[in-house]
């Protein structure tokens, strides 16, 4: 069983295609990374998944029931954490959390000690009568996340959960994602454009451009489908070269070794384990390591291969002349 | 149920943690009639109108003195003896003077002769409610029993009038509370109800609810029951605060029953109008769209509707917006049961009318509200 099925999405807005086919089947329980710039489709995708905008055509389901026909089913089993912020900054937490409790029919008590329970999760307990304006990002981020997770889910779908974020609240709701997704089980869907957040988040991840899906695997799965190995520099004297270079090359894991003047430039699967063999091995010539660096193949790495760039910024919305952004959203399109 | 009073809640909090909100809505409307009330009255007063007395003879004098005894009595013009006629008319164009009175050389001797002694008057048309209020001032003070020649009389003969009116003495600025209450009732829902859809949508929040299991009829219900709660609260401490400032005391002219009416009117004509604000902003999402809009309904509605002027004086097309304009009825049924002692009879009419707007309007604002982004 699927906690998400889509099955060749469109979305089309006038002449853009947002959404291009995007067939995609996630399994209960995963963490599941759309990975991609802004502006690549993530975001509408994660809309009609939710119900908030219809597709042109395809189907999708979310924990069995079709976004299109059975709305409230999809409503009630999923909680959402949208890109923006967007509890009132007028209301205190406490008042929030029992707000969308209220929402999906939970009872006085009931309410009361879930919302305790998810606001010392996320360690807002203590400013729960505060209002959100007086919050920082941080904690407006986390106080998001336990909305979400108010009426006991079985699906999170966070769209951009960290953007806007410093790193170190960043690493709080990574730890805190970590923490809700093995203590309830669920399956989460995240969209990220940040490379690292979906490597220490997924188990798999799709990489969307253009609204198109065009790589899906694990982590591991997408580095090894990539040519692209670890650069490894070594900088070495008191050795002939070209002995060192031999040396080298002979180590099972490295590909191809470049010389330039004192230095090993060595193209190198897993470079992080091979560098104290390769070090051990030209010490034993007599050789002087002076100097060791290391470019691990990264997800970026991986996105380039597969876009063909490197993660580009989103395109301006348009917005009618005459009227700026204060007209009906579909009139600004 | 619960999520509706869910919304209802959430909307109430948010307009109590914005006071200055709470004071504006209260206390624009009873600016307005301060304002109002004081700068255009009834009745013009005061207005400066200079003489230039070139005849000098016992004729001129007898004009002198019944323009003086305007000034005295009902006080309508400020009699200014002027020598030069070329300064009275340089100080009518420059709006010194709202009128220039010429008695003639030769007025005197033409009175006592029995021909037609004429007096000139000068009027600065521009300001044209000051010029008839002027004109007919100096015309009944010259045409009284003494001086039957002078050429500005316009009656010779005619029944005098004795004007009974038929409730108690009301002032300009009392006539204005119906209208003062509809246009806290108006600002009121502007600033709750669908008001708070556009807010939502500017800063992203609608979003989040959308997101949840609220159907739309929640979520307008919802908004228009609490907008309809503060707004009717604010239509009575305006009514009460409107009372006590033209010294009207209502509470001790209105029985419970004619409260009671009132109140039925105060929340029909503000059910109508949270229905409409939802047809016109529903889909609106920028507030200062809603701020311009905000302006030109308030003209729209407001002036058309006998609150400030009689319906019947209007032009055809102005009298046919009129007679669907909402806060036509409002006016009529406030202002029957506030001055007139009316029962249900009188207003039975405005408020049938009143009540079938409210619910069409609430109908269509639902079904113009889109639950989706």
Known sequence: MYAIETENLVKKYGRLTALDGVTLNIPEGDCFGLLGPNGAGKTTLIRILTTLIRPTSGMAKVAGFDVLKEKAGVRSAIGVVPQAMTSDLDLTGLEIMDIYARFYGMGKKERRERTDELLSMVGLRERAGDLIATYSGGMRRRLEIARGLVHRPSILILDEPTIGLDPQSRRVVWELLEKFRKGDNLTILLTTHYMEEAEYLSDHVAIIDYGRIVALDTVEGLKKAIPQKDTMELTVSNIDMAKAREAVSAHQSVGSVAVNEGTLIISVDNGANAIPELVDKLRAMNAKVTRVTLKEQTLEDVFIHFTGRPIREEEARKVSFLLGAGVPRQWGK | ?373
């Open chain 2, 1 to 373: 149920m619960n999520r509706f009073k869910a919304i209802f809640e959430r909307d109430l909090r948010k307009f109590i943690r914005n006071p200055l909100v709470v004071a504006m809505s209260v206390l624009m409307p009873v600016i307005y009639l301060v304002i109002l009330g004081n700068s255009f009255q009834g009745e013009l007063k005061r207005l400066p109108v200079a003489v230039v007395d070139q005849d000098n003879g016992p004729g001129a004098e007898g004009v002198m003195e019944r323009l003086s005894a305007l000034e005295a009595g009902p006080r309508t013009v400020e009699v200014i003896k002027v020598s030069s006629q070329g300064f009275a008319m340089e100080g009518l164009r420059e709006g010194v003077f709202k009128g220039v009175v010429i008695i003639p050389p030769g007025f005197s001797r033409d009175l006592a002769r029995g021909s037609l002694a004429e007096i000139g008057l000068f009027l600065d048309n521009a300001e044209t409610i000051a010029a008839a209020t002027v004109q007919s001032a100096i015309a009944r003070a010259v045409s009284e029993p003494g001086m039957e020649f002078v050429g500005i009389r316009e009656e010779r003969a005619g029944a005098r009038l004795r004007p009974i009116e038929i409730y108690r003495k009301i002032d300009y600025d009392q006539t204005l509370i119906p209208g003062v209450v509809i246009m806290a009732i108006f600002l009121g829902a502007m600033t709750t109800g669908a008001f708070n859809i556009v807010m939502d949508r500017f800063l992203g929040v609608e979003e989040s609810y959308f997101l949840t299991p609220l159907t739309k009829s929640d979520i307008v219900v919802g908004l228009v029951a609490s907008g309809l709660l503060i707004t009717t609260i604010i239509a009575v401490v305006v009514l009460f605060f409107s009372s006590l400032i033209s010294g009207i005391y209502l509470w001790r002219l209105l029985t419970v029953d004619g409260f009671l009416l009132m109140l039925a009117v105060i929340v029909l004509s503000t059910l109508g109008l949270q229905g409409l604000m939802f047809v016109i902003m529903g889909r609106l999402n920028h507030p200062r769209i809603v701020g311009i809009l905000g302006g030109f309904m308030n003209v729209i509605f407001f002036f058309p509707s006998g609150a400030i002027y009689p319906t019947e004086s209007f032009p055809a097309w102005l009298k046919a917006f009129a007679v669907v304009n909402p806060e036509t009825y409002s006016v009529h049924a406030l202002r029957a049961l506030m001055f007139k002692g009316a029962g249900f009879g009188a207003v039975k009419g405005d408020m049938a009318f009143l009540a079938v707007f409210a619910v069409l309007a609430v109908i269509a604002g639902t079904a113009a509200f889109k639950r989706e982004l």
